[in-house]
């Protein structure tokens, strides 16, 4: 319950326990939410409301572990997107 994802470029924080591969998140104070809305946990997105970033080592932090832990733990049936930088 610590932590935050990007939604529309601002952070929510985390909120409860995360079981299995869901978590849920406060959007209360971000205005025009909806469902289907993008929530970025690791990496960067810019939107409507901002931009901002979350890197491994910011989720290693709230871990108390390190940044190849978090990224080598990350399961196989997570997509993956690659974009050119």
């Not at 998140?25 to 970033?53: F, H, M, N, Y």
């Amino acid at each position: 319950n610590c932590g935050h994802v990007l939604v529309r470029g601002k952070r929510a924080p985390i909120v409860g326990a995360i079981s299995m591969d869901m978590a849920m998140i406060d959007v209360t104070d971000l205005p025009g939410v909806s469902v289907r809305d993008e929530a970025v946990v690791l990496g960067a997105q810019e939107g409507v409301l901002g931009k901002d970033a979350i890197s491994a080592e910011e989720v290693a932090a709230h871990a108390g572990t390190i940044p190849w832990e978090v990224l080598t733990s990350i399961s196989r049936r997570v997509p993956r997107f690659y974009r050119e930088p």
